[in-house]
């Protein structure tokens, strides 16, 4: 079994910053992607950023350049660093693992909420 942990969300104004953290445990022997995803409410889930297969990392246009991600991979973590936080990024962040595609293993972690607001 994997456990992720996520951490980090929280209330913040327009043009705020938060770091989010999630850990990945459990039987892990190899990683292929990491990463973010977040849904809003009535939305479906999207992408936010992930590194996938070495040192890739893939970002959604809607925060390139204010959202960072990075990693410490003898930790098995990821951190999203967000920064200019606008209302629309107000969302459940969800942290996501492929440890490998065939056979298919991933896991989700239980969210964290993220709220831009004045």
């Known amino acids: 079994q994997v456990q992720l942990v996520e951490s980090g969300g929280g209330l913040v104004q327009p043009g705020g910053s938060l770091r989010l953290s999630c850990a990945a445990s459990?039987?892990?022997?190899?990683?292929?992607?990491m990463g973010w995803y977040r849904q809003a409410p009535g939305k479906q889930r999207e992408l936010v950023a992930r590194f996938t297969s070495g040192d890739t990392t893939n970002y959604a246009d809607s925060v390139k350049g204010r959202f960072t991600i990075s990693r410490d991979t003898a930790k098995n973590t990821v951190y999203l660093q967000m920064n200019s936080l606008k209302p629309e990024d107000t969302a459940v962040y969800y942290c996501?693992?492929?440890?490998?595609?065939?056979?298919?293993?991933?896991?989700w972690g239980q969210g964290t909420q993220v709220t831009v607001s004045s």
């Open positions: 996501n693992t492929i440890l490998s595609l065939s056979p298919y293993r991933s896991y």
């Open positions: 459990g039987s892990i022997s190899s990683i292929y992607s």
